[in-house]
């Protein structure tokens, strides 16, 4: 009997010591957790050039969040072991293959993950990450590829293998379908918060179809071809000032239309094998000054173009260190000029800031 009371005294003890020691953490997002740098960031292009971007970190999950300051004393957390109660995860939760991101106004990033077949929500103002794995009732997500920002702070997920734009609340729970029976293999997508239309890029279709809020198909942009306003799997969306940007893949360029009534406006990229053409392009993205940034998977490469449509710079190369990507997916920006790059074979979110600068 006495054995048996000793096991039984210090989970007591232990549970006492944690009900005193409940006082709320504060945790706060970081960035660049596991790439600290000596001295200042790259930046790029390197001196005596004027510098255009800077390093600004890496996300690469659960470790980003670092608690401010840990109110248990020592004796409870020994205790909490003791009892088996110590909630830290000896495995973090941390991004696989991420895919493709967005940034809403509240500073939330979510990043879609195709090998953890979910949506990573980094929230900086809560301190905490989410994970979204529910795409309708109880079913999961498949293959999530394209997010974006939907209508009263929904949040709008293209599974390309659900073959449909799932929509999820603020809090990541399902609330419908768009597209199902009508999209063949979605990928990326882009909402017009002015017209309240939804674009998605049907890469088997190879045409870009345009849903209303409600889920309500109104046209479609393109068919397969060569041609200007053609597509050949089209794959990622960027929309901005009116106009919609389209990665026309395996034509290997981007194409520009007025996001309005689709008329094709421009083309950017050609093919080629020299740096700043495109072989096989996939994410898109424009910042707050108009520059284009497209991700060139072959190379390994960031693209950066200027608002005319004129080549400016590369920034990447093949490899895990700094500024470097392995099979990078998809590129975003958010209001304050910073570029995320989802570096989806590092499985990481790198991220730059824009300096500005001709």
């Not at 419908?176 to 009508?182: D, E, H, Y």
């Not at 849903?211 to 969306?237: C, K, Q, V």
């Not at 990229?269 to 991700?295: C, I």
């Not at 998809?330 to 600068?357: C, H, K, P, Q, Y």
Request: aromatic share 10%.
């Amino acid at each position: 009997m006495r054995r048996a009371a000793i096991p039984l005294a210090f989970l007591a003890i232990a549970a006492v010591l944690a009900g005193c020691a409940s006082e709320p953490t504060t945790a706060r997002l970081v960035y660049g957790v596991g790439t600290a740098l000596p001295g200042a960031s790259p930046l790029w292009p390197s001196p005596p050039e004027v510098p255009r971007y800077a390093y600004a970190g890496v996300l690469t999950g659960e470790e980003n969040f670092q608690v401010d300051g840990d109110k248990r004393g020592r004796s409870a957390t020994f205790f909490r072991w003791l009892a088996g109660l110590d909630e830290r995860d000896p495995h973090p939760v941390v991004l696989q293959r991420p895919v493709s991101g967005v940034v809403d106004e509240r500073g939330r990033i979510y990043v879609t993950d195709a090998s953890r077949q979910a949506v990573f929500v980094f929230d900086e103002a809560a301190g905490r990450l989410d994970v979204w794995d529910r795409a309708a009732g109880l079913r999961r997500f498949t293959s999530p590829v394209g997010v974006a920002l939907g209508r009263d702070r929904e949040v709008l997920v293209t599974d390309s293998e659900l073959g449909a734009v799932v929509r999820l609340g603020a809090d990541g729970s399902p609330l419908g379908l768009i597209g199902q029976g009508v999209l063949k293999r979605p990928t990326g997508i882009a909402r017009d918060p002015v017209s309240r239309q939804v674009f998605v890029a049907d890469t088997s279709s190879h045409d870009i179809k345009v849903f209303d809020d409600d889920g309500r198909m109104l046209r479609s942009i393109g068919r397969r071809g060569e041609a200007e306003g053609e597509f050949n799997y089209p794959t990622f969306l960027s929309l901005r000032n009116g106009e919609l940007y389209v990665t026309d893949s395996i034509n290997a360029r981007v194409q520009v239309f007025a996001a309005d009534s689709g008329s094709f406006r421009r083309a950017v990229g050609t093919r080629g094998l020299f740096v700043g053409n495109l072989v096989r392009p996939k994410g898109v993205a424009v910042d707050g000054e108009g520059n284009l940034y497209v991700v060139e998977s072959y190379y390994d490469n960031l693209l950066i173009y200027g608002p005319a449509g004129e080549f400016l710079m590369p920034l990447g190369g093949t490899g895990s260190a700094v500024g470097r990507f392995f099979l990078p997916a998809g590129v975003w920006t958010d209001e304050r000029n910073r570029i995320f790059v989802a570096d989806m074979f590092n499985g990481r979110v790198v991220v730059f800031s824009f300096l500005g600068g001709g």
